[in-house]
Antibody
Framework: QVHLVQSGAEVKKPGASVKISCKAS????????IHWVRQAPGHGLEWMGI????????TYAQKFQGRVTMTRDTSTSTVYMEVSSLRSEDTAIFYC??????????WGQGTLVTVSS | QSVLTQPPSVSGAPGQRVTISCTDS?????????VHWYQQLPGTAPKLLIF???NRPSGVPDRFSGSKSGTSASLAITGLQAEDEAVYYC????????????FGGGTKLTVL
């Protein structure tokens, strides 16, 4: 059974950065891309970007380009997402999810990031 | 970014059938890209419900079915049950940005 376990909740001040982790297990890490999805309180799902764990190549949604960086560590089967220049609108739950032929077949439990002064 | 449009809400009584539409404004679905559906129960992470327009992952009841025609797709739920109350999202490939994906805005299903 695929497992994606994310790091815990974070509280950050406006202008700061946050780095969230997503540790994969029970499958071959380098065989599947990983997505990141944002969900603001009371809102829908917003696709942020995708990373190829094999070579580390990324594609970011235009809205997040320049402010989001996705990386991976193949030695620990972990994907990271850093969001910089945080603002109050970034208060959200961030999910990682595994890609399987274009759809997201397994999801992490989510990481709540609260941006507040 | 492309847009997939869903109705904000639908409702039905237990045992009834409801459908949720997903309409494409940027020729993603119409260009032949697959549509996938997710169910998000309150306070939980989304869960894959339908993939490749019509396919159910193991464990998803056959009360849930998906279809696609032209520039839109639909999710049908028959024999509504109280535990089906959730938000449902469609998702497809975004042909405006290579490699990217797009979600619909979500539809809240209320079981009356």
């Amino acid at each position: 059974q695929v497992h994606l376990v994310q790091s815990g909740a974070e509280v950050k001040k406006p202008g700061a950065s946050v780095k969230i982790s997503c540790k994969a297990s029970e499958y071959t890490f380098t065989n599947y891309y990983i997505h990141w999805v944002r969900q603001a309180p009371g809102h829908g799902l917003e696709w942020m970007g995708i990373i190829n764990p094999t070579g580390g190549s990324t594609t970011y949604a235009q809205k997040f380009q320049g402010r989001v960086t996705m990386t991976r560590d193949t030695s620990t089967s972990t994907v990271y997402m850093e969001v910089s220049s945080l603002r109050s609108e970034d208060t959200a739950i961030f999910y990682c999810a595994r890609d399987s032929r274009g759809f997201l077949d397994s999801w992490g439990q989510g990481t709540l990031v609260t941006v507040s002064s | 970014q492309s847009v997939l449009t869903q109705p904000p809400s639908v409702s039905g009584a237990p045992g009834q059938r409801v459908t949720i539409s997903c309409t494409d404004s940027s020729s993603n679905i119409g260009a032949g890209y697959d549509v996938h559906w997710y169910q998000q129960l309150p306070g939980t992470a989304p869960k894959l419900l339908i993939f490749g327009n019509t396919n159910r992952p193991s464990g998803v009841p056959d009360r849930f079915s998906g279809s696609k025609s032209g520039t839109s797709a639909s999710l049908a739920i028959t024999g509504l049950q109280a535990e089906d109350e959730a938000v449902y999202y469609c998702q497809s490939y975004d042909n405006l940005l290579s490699g990217s994906r797009v979600f619909g805005g979500g539809t809240k299903l209320t079981v009356l």
